[in-house]
């Protein structure tokens, strides 16, 4: 879902990296998020650690030289009418500020749906806590990720993910359940420990939570009252370093597709005018076929 002094938040496709684990309290499960809030791009965000860093301490960052390709994940059998939407329904590399640079294929948010990767038995545990029913939720959509697109000269960044549905109710269950009132307590309680660990190793070895993880719900100018921005914040401490880092996840439907926008930043969160932008951006690119 979201983060702070390094971006984070992008999923995993299942069957990738094994979910972590804490232990268990009584009365309590950890969902593993099978999905981007618990992997990411790991180069891109190293990059932008460097970055505040670099700015803190009046050195200059470098970014990976990474491929520009566009990343696709289909989980369910690859159907080809689905995929093409997909990739034609990604916001395109013109949308992002010019002086950005993309990261490359690697640098996808995979598994970018609210549901998408969970487990069965996980997506009922977080469907229960968010009180809301499971029965049109589609954890394995077929999916496009672009390349991640960062500022090399602060730790602005962010990324477009399409996730097809075999209709378009599977859509809509999955933007109402980011966008649900109960969506930060029960990311923070199911999901919040696997985050944590997931940013902290995305920044690198010696990086420390400075602080606790906190999702908000914020509201995007001219989106749909339907769409959802889920804002998650890590204080983090780095090579002497504290900051926070911010991830912002709007995600929009139309028709059988969902836009999931990630957009970080580094020591404040994702300037509203970029986030509205950007997220104007992706909502055109959606078709409703």
């Given at each position: 879902?979201?983060n702070s002094l390094v971006p984070t938040g992008t999923p995993k496709p299942a069957g990738a990296t094994p979910p972590t684990?804490?232990?268990?309290?009584?009365?309590?499960?950890?969902?593993?998020?099978?999905?981007?809030?618990?992997?990411?791009?790991?180069?891109?965000?190293?990059?932008?650690?460097?970055?505040?860093?670099?700015?803190?301490?009046?050195?200059?960052?470098?970014?990976?030289?990474?491929?520009?390709?566009?990343?696709?994940?289909?989980?369910?059998?690859?159907?080809?009418?689905?995929?093409?939407?997909?990739?034609?329904?990604?916001?395109?590399?013109?949308?992002?500020?010019?002086?950005?640079?993309?990261?490359?294929?690697?640098?996808?948010?995979?598994?970018?749906?609210?549901?998408?990767?969970?487990?069965?038995?996980?997506?009922?545990?977080?469907a229960a806590c968010l009180g809301l029913s499971s029965s049109a939720v589609d954890a394995s959509p077929v999916e496009a990720?672009?390349?991640?697109?960062?500022?090399?000269?602060?730790?602005?960044?962010?990324?477009?993910?399409?996730?097809?549905?075999?209709?378009?109710?599977?859509?809509?269950?999955?933007?109402?359940?980011?966008?649900?009132?109960?969506?930060?307590?029960?990311?923070?309680?199911?999901?919040?420990?696997?985050?944590?660990?997931?940013?902290?190793?995305?920044?690198?070895?010696?990086?420390?939570?400075?602080?606790?993880?906190?999702?908000?719900?914020?509201t995007v100018p001219g989106l749909p009252a339907s769409a959802a921005d889920e804002e998650i914040a890590l204080p983090v401490?780095?090579?002497?370093?504290?900051?926070?880092?911010?991830?912002?996840?709007?995600?929009?439907?139309?028709?059988?597709?969902?836009?999931?926008?990630?957009?970080?930043?580094?020591?404040?969160?994702?300037?509203?005018?970029?986030?509205?932008?950007?997220?104007?951006?992706?909502?055109?690119?959606?078709?409703?076929?």
């Open positions: 879902m979201h684990t804490r232990p268990e309290v009584p009365g309590e499960r950890s969902v593993p998020d099978a999905n981007r809030r618990t992997s990411g791009h790991g180069a891109a965000r190293r990059a932008l650690v460097g970055a505040l860093v670099g700015s803190l301490l009046g050195a200059t960052a470098t970014l990976a030289d990474l491929s520009a390709a566009s990343a696709t994940q289909a989980h369910k059998g690859p159907h080809a009418a689905a995929v093409a939407l997909a990739h034609r329904e990604l916001l395109a590399p013109s949308a992002y500020p010019a002086r950005w640079e993309g990261q490359g294929a690697s640098s996808g948010l995979t598994g970018a749906g609210f549901y998408v990767g969970l487990s069965p038995s996980d997506l009922q545990l977080m990720a672009g390349p991640y697109h960062s500022d090399p000269n602060s730790g602005l960044g962010a990324s477009d993910t399409v996730e097809v549905y075999p209709n378009a109710g599977a859509a809509e269950a999955d933007v109402e359940a980011a966008g649900s009132a109960q969506a930060p307590s029960c990311v923070e309680r199911l999901q919040g420990a696997d985050l944590v660990q997931g940013t902290i190793e995305g920044i690198g070895e010696g990086a420390q939570a400075a602080g606790s993880l906190a999702v908000t719900l914020r401490s780095y090579q002497g370093v504290t900051g926070t880092t911010y991830s912002d996840y709007i995600y929009i439907d139309k028709g059988r597709s969902e836009t999931v926008l990630e957009v970080d930043n580094l020591g404040a969160a994702p300037p509203a005018a970029l986030v509205e932008r950007l997220a104007m951006s992706a909502q055109a690119r959606l078709t409703g076929n």
